[in-house]
């Protein structure tokens, strides 16, 4: 009963944390894009990612302990590889990483970044981690059915 509580808690978790980077990635970004003022496009993307970090934060720690116990119970396998990898990219991200690198893109002294670039970089960003994420989630599925 223990594994199957896991279990559910780790999917749930992961269907939030990876539907919200979804989302972000096929609507938020192309939303984004095609505002006129900088301002703006800093303000939408500074409101979606406030709230959805937090939310984000708290299903990867869920996903990681779930992980944790269901790695426990039934061992490793290639598949369990991957999703421990990007797991580790996006604690990383989440929990220090993003907060330097968003300082390095949006505070530049003296010089007024090039917003629609700085978000295409972003969207880019965002279409390869999604990418690496559903092919977690595939090896997830073929390595707990194989």
């Known amino acids: 009963m223990d594994y ?3 279990l559910t808690i780790h999917v749930i978790a992961i269907v939030i944390w990876i539907g919200g980077v979804a989302f972000v990635t096929m609507v938020t970004f192309p939303m984004i894009l095609r505002m006129e003022k900088s301002l703006e496009m800093v303000m939408v993307f500074q409101g979606v990612e ?20 269901l790695l426990n119970v039934k061992g490793f396998s290639a598949g369990v590889w991957i999703m421990i990898i990007l797991w580790v990219v996006y604690a990383s991200l989440l929990f220090g990483l ?7 893109l949006f505070s530049r002294p003296g010089e007024q ?9 972003l969207q880019v ?15 997830g599925v073929y390595a707990g059915h194989y």
Do not use: P
Not at 125 to 139: E, G, N, P, R, T
């Open 4 to 6: 199957v509580i896991a």
């Open 50 to 69: 406030h709230r959805f970090g937090k939310i984000a934060k708290v299903m990867v720690i869920l996903a990681g302990l779930s992980g944790l116990y």
């Open 98 to 104: 993003e907060k330097m690198i968003f300082k390095k």
């Open 113 to 121: 970044a090039d917003m629609k670039t700085v978000f295409n970089m």
């Open 125 to 139: 960003f965002h279409w390869i981690v999604l990418a690496l994420s559903l092919f977690a989630i595939a090896a």
